[in-house]
């Protein structure tokens, strides 16, 4: 009897803490959660109300159902940008990851002005877009851009990057790869700094040489790092905008056209706010898959140390 | 003592946050409102607009320093948009409800914003100024919607230096696009860097070279194509042979903001097919250059593009009697027609066109009288729901012809494909 009256007393004690706890949890979470709430879940949800209507954000919504999901499914144009930026994916990809790769492993050597040349290869990071994909249309400018002029130098073919359709999503990948590339390098830098020094000596003690040492013990160990790269590349390839807008207009003719540049052309051009959203839910169901496909596959190939 | 303090420190959070949500909607109602009566009988009316961008900013200041000099209670807040954003400015804040009072609209997108219920009913305000057919064009089933507020066209502007210098005879009013493309060709120096043409390939140019071909854009029932046949195919090749040959190409920097302006008023343009609206730039810009302006010439007939704005009032504002008098007074007061004319800027819609005989006096241009001459054959502009979507179909068509990935039939036929539906 006794003792049940304890166990009441404890377990009433324990709840108020939890509820305690809980308030404490809430307060802490506030400043960040109710921004979350009010910037991005609420216009998430109207999005999904909107996607389900015909409006041209002037005129009063009218329903249809799932009419625009139907349309995007069966319009051309949803592969042809879905497409694009699947290319874009496949060429921006292995590139910023071999690149960041590289001169993470020559940053992690003892080189003189070291700091120097990690903060020199991060600046592009923190630059804004405009900048960079003028700068590039500029260098990249077919008659009178300087990479031609080189290409030209060593008799080498002068492509029409952002004039050619099939080099307009080359000339964005070369654009963004050399942008992001400090970021990249930053992730794998502190993921080859974490990796134990033992674990490499040994591997030198057991007669591993530079390469086998890369291959077999530095790589595996890297892979969470990796996979923290590609998973973030990922998303934010799916996600190209901002340099495809600037650099080609997602021209010519339609041919650098990318899945958010196509939604941001129905809200804001063609007045279809709710196709626009059915194409960005469309977008993020791409993601999702895409990251979970990862999240499941990653236990196969990552090693944590 | 501990439990009251830890109450203490939630509820200011928790007051904080509340506080910072209630900051951020206030906010979000100032700007709504922000037009209206601030209660000292002042009041205040948000205007909107984009065709004094780049260039006659200060002409607009001088319309409404006059306007608050006459209504000593009411303050006019203009906010300025350039041209390229106008549109989506315009949508996404008449989507969130924050658009100004009184905001500017191009003919073209004019019946959209009626029929969706965003313009005032203005009927009854005084037309009586303002040129007829303008006024019609501002109206929705039987009222009136907004007030028109300037038309303009294009013309063929050239640089006699240039022509001097070549021993060639200056542009004519009868002259036809092979004259054109015959001294543009004998103009044009590429190791100079000098262009003997410049059109821009686009919709707008598109369309109005069917109309200078005898052709139609769309059939009479306004509910297909009617371009994809001899009209419009002499249309897209001339378009866009000349990129490359008499005009700069897409890489050589044409179709970029003021690339053509830049050309022309550097002297090394003989040729060029642009709007009125260019006259005081290029006389600010030029001024020791000689030019003048021509009817543009046609293939088989005349035909001119004529452009026109006007303003509305929004059906939501708060201050309908300021933002009507401002309406009033910046489409047709004398200080507008007055300010419109002496800076060149696009011309004011009055019924009395005596009154744009001091806008004929200026120079440059000497042959201003060709501004009015292109009026006798305007080619009008094809309104339809899809507009952006039809006009990115030609664009894309006619760049591709003009970079030589399609041949002007095949891009007849693809853009033919692809504008149908969009008329249903």
Known sequence: MAGATRTDAARQAGRRRKWKNLAWVVVFLAPSAIPLLVFKMTPMIASAWVSLHEWNMISPMEWVGLGNFADLLTSPNTGEVFLHTLAYIAGYLPLVYAGGLAIAVALNQKLKARGFLRAAYFVPVVTSWVAVALVWQWLLNPTNGLVNHLLGMVGLPEPGWWTDPNWAIPSVILASAWKDLGFVMVILLAGLQAIPQEIQEAATVDGAGRWRRFWSVTFPLLSPSTFFVVVISLINGFQVFDQVYVMTGGGPSGASQVAVGRIYDLAFRYGEAGAASALSWILFAIIMAVTAVQMYGQRKWVNYA | ?424
């Open chain 2, 1 to 424: 003592m501990k439990k009251p303090r830890s109450r203490t420190a939630l509820s200011a959070v928790a007051a904080l946050a509340v506080a910072g949500l209630a900051a951020g909607c206030s906010q979000g109602s100032a700007t709504n409102t922000g037009g209206g009566d601030q209660g000292d009988g002042q009041v205040t009316v948000r205007f909107m607009n984009f065709s004094s961008n780049d260039g006659h900013e200060a002409d607009l200041q001088a319309i409404v320093s006059a306007f608050e000099k006459e209504n000593s209670g009411v303050k006019i807040a203009v906010e300025t948009v350039p041209y390229a954003d106008y549109a989506a400015k315009l949508q996404t804040a008449v989507a969130g409800g924050t658009e100004a009072d009184v905001f500017e609209l191009e003919y073209a997108s004019f019946v959209s914003y009626a029929k969706a219920g965003v313009l005032a009913d203005i009927t009854g305000i005084d037309t009586s100024a303002y040129a007829e057919n303008l006024i019609k064009a501002y109206q929705s089933g039987g009222k009136q919607y907004a007030l028109p507020e300037s038309f303009s066209n294009v013309v063929l502007f050239y640089n006699k230096d240039l022509f001097d210098a070549a021993g060639l005879a200056y542009p004519a009013k009868d002259w036809t696009w092979a004259d054109e493309t015959a001294a543009a060709e004998a103009l044009t120096d590429k190791a100079a860097g000098v262009w003997g043409d410049y059109q821009p390939i686009s919709y707008n140019e598109f369309y109005k070279t069917v109309a200078q071909s005898s052709g139609h854009f769309l059939n009479d029932a306004g509910d297909a194509t009617a371009f994809n046949d001899q009209a419009g195919l002499a249309a897209a090749k001339w378009l866009t042979g000349k990129s490359g040959t008499t005009m700069p190409t897409d890489a050589d920097g044409a179709n970029t903001p003021d690339f053509d302006t830049t050309l022309f008023t550097s002297g090394k343009l003989a040729m060029w097919h642009t709007g009125i609206w260019m006259f005081s730039t290029v006389a600010e810009k030029a001024p020791d250059m000689n030019w003048d302006i021509v009817v543009e010439p046609g293939n088989t007939v005349k035909a001119s593009a004529m452009f026109s704005n006007a303003v509305g009032v929004s059906a939501k504002s708060q201050v309908q009697d300021a933002a009507k008098k401002w309406l009033a007074f910046y489409t047709a007061s004398q200080t507008t027609i007055d300010t419109r004319l002496a800076k060149s800027w696009e011309l004011p819609p009055v019924a009395d066109t005596s009154k744009l005989d001091a806008y004929l006096q200026i120079t440059p241009p000497a042959n201003r009288q060709a501004v009015l001459d292109s009026l006798d054959a305007v080619a009008l502009a094809p309104v339809v729901e899809k507009q952006q979507e039809l006009q990115d179909v030609i664009d894309d068509e006619l760049a591709a012809v003009s970079a030589g990935r399609a041949t002007a039939e095949e891009a007849l036929a693809n853009m033919q494909a692809k504008v149908d539906p969009l008329l249903k």
